[in-house]
């Protein structure tokens, strides 16, 4: 066994271990923390399959951003797990039925008889040289050039309804403006005033 | 005998060769960030009219207290592991690692000469981002795991604050590698070649200085140490930890610290590239090799950061958060954009 091949196994145990985990686990915290787990996991999947610009990607906004401002919002949830699991045993038939039509779909569209080997053999390997990221760039800004803008549009239009969405307006709030602050002279705050003395 | 040596290293098996190159990447960087703190406490003394520490020496002489970062280090070392109850003990020890573990690997891609560089990879660039994203998940885990009201406010103080200068950050990082039209390092510096006004700093002013000052947050140092904060909450996300695992947690940031420094000497200063470049002076300077330009520049920006902290007052949190999203991102995109022009135009001196 060749030694990519093992650590496609090593890598391959690890990711299905640490997303058996994400569901299994009692406290939320550990949940995410092995979603991270299985993040990295599959980035060295694609760094093994040469795609050395997905998997730093999926490290930097995944795990460096995404699953940060996950943890950030589950620590600070307080939820209880007993009331959770309450329906648990009530909805198991259910799930498992939609699993099994779900498993059963996956096969039909991705299984042996599309993605074979045969249909589809194993690319050669690259050259050292061969840069991912330009071949990436080139093609997105190429060929797909209108899907990607689109998406990105898309992207936009959500952040912006998003926030809209969330924003409240709250006039009792008093809000501080630093270009005033910094520009503050000693007349603004201070009156000297000449007055008698009294007696 | 030079002939035998290189026989001999040839003969070792690649992963010994690594192990020794990691070695010598990783030991002379801890003493240098043992040497650090003593810097910082001598030079932030004289800038506050005081002497520091400059009792501490080796065989009775005293070498200005040169033998205070030692004899801190055996303190910590000897000192009891105190893990809190309720802690989570599993997370609560293995936060430090998460912290100093990505501080050490981004030094991986570090290119400190034309040829002198661990692993050239093409997506440099993009590896040193991903790891020093990653540092926050220590703070976030040590905060959370302590069981602590005080560590857990530092840890939602500085995953906010992390989160945000990373975008700053990383869009300062664009502008880099749109100049230079690549994401290796070495290539980065190669970009820069010519003389000291080549280098990037000239043409990517305004995104230097934000990569500096975002450095400096990211780090969670002053004027941004809100997440240690010690008048407001004790020391933040540390406050439980004690012994080695406290020092983890000061190696990390030293580390990193050293690292934001080489970056930018790297990528906006010309890394190894002589200053004297192109000038009357450039012959007789021929003999000096790359690494001494590199450690110099380096060293400036080290002293740069100790001079921020001796100089400025801890920022309020929402003035962080505003320098961060509304005056740092708005910067940075509108220079990509400048910077994007400059080099479809080929403007002269730099993009030529």
Known sequence: MSVEKFLFYVFAAMLIFASVMVITRRNPVHSVLFL?????????????????????????????????????????????????RAGFMKYLPLGIGISAVMVVELLMVVGPAYFGLDKYAAPAAKAADYSNTEALGTLLYTEYLYPFEIAAVILLVAIIAAISLTLRKRPETKYQDPSKQVTVKKEHRLRVIKMEAEE | MIESMIALWESLPVIVQILVKIVVIVVPLMIAVAYYTWLERRVIGAMQVRIGPNRVGFFGFKLQGLGQPIADAMKLMFKEIVIPTRANPFLFVIAPMLTLGPALAAWAVFPFDENLVLADINAGLLYILALTSLAVYGVIIAGWSSNSKYAFLGAMRSAAQIVSYEIAMGFALVGVLVAAGSLNLGDIVQAQAGSAVHWFWLPLFPLFMVYMIAGVAETNRAPFDVAEGESEIVAGFHVEYSGMTFAAFFLAEYANMILISALTALMFWGGWLSPFEGTFFQQYFEWVPGIVWLLAKTFVFMVLLLWFRATFPRYRYDQIMRLGWKVFIPITIVWILVVGLAVVYEMPWWFD
Request: glycine letters at 2%; a negative charge.
């Open chain 1, 36 to 84: 991270v787990l299985a993040f990295f996991n599959a980035a060295a999947l694609w760094m093994l399959a040469e795609a050395e610009f997905l998997a730093i990607a999926l490290v930097l906004v995944y795990v460096g951003a995404v699953m940060v401002l996950f943890l950030f919002v589950v620590m600070m949830l307080d939820i209880d797990l007993s009331e959770m």
